[in-house]
């Protein structure tokens, strides 16, 4: 019984482990975030355009996915479509030392942590 109770928690607990989706990297040469997976293929890169004042998101095709406006009043990152259809927001968590990231209706759905062995910013999805 105890043998079963011990396993049923490990279980529990390996259940609600994070996990790491990918990795970001800033590219000095190029001026720009790279995206890598966690066998290390490049995904895409973040730059921002000091023309339309916001951040842009492209894939590995160079193809602009989406783009990312900072709002100052609500200290926010407010994330658009190609359309301009808002579709997530970005903010800072004090309490955890994080930027959480939540979808169009206010669900939690990841958050950015800097690693400081890695001296990276990682993105984890899942369990708050």
Request: neutral net charge; aromatic residues 16%.
């Amino acid at each position: 019984m105890k043998t079963l109770l011990i396993l049923s928690f490990s279980l529990i607990f390996a259940s609600l482990v994070e996990a790491q989706t990918f990795t970001e990297k800033y590219n000095t040469e190029l001026q720009r975030t790279d995206y890598f997976d966690l066998q290390g293929k490049f995904l895409g890169y973040s730059k921002e355009n000091m023309q339309y004042n916001r951040l842009e998101y492209f894939d590995s095709s160079d193809v602009l996915i989406k783009f990312e406006r900072q709002s100052d009043l609500y200290l926010i990152k407010l994330t658009h479509d190609l359309n301009g259809k808002p579709i997530g927001t970005i903010k800072w968590n004090d309490l955890k030392l994080r930027y959480d990231v939540l979808d169009s209706t206010g669900i939690a759905i990841g958050y950015y942590r800097y690693n400081s062995a890695t001296r990276t910013m990682e993105y984890v999805l899942g369990i708050f």
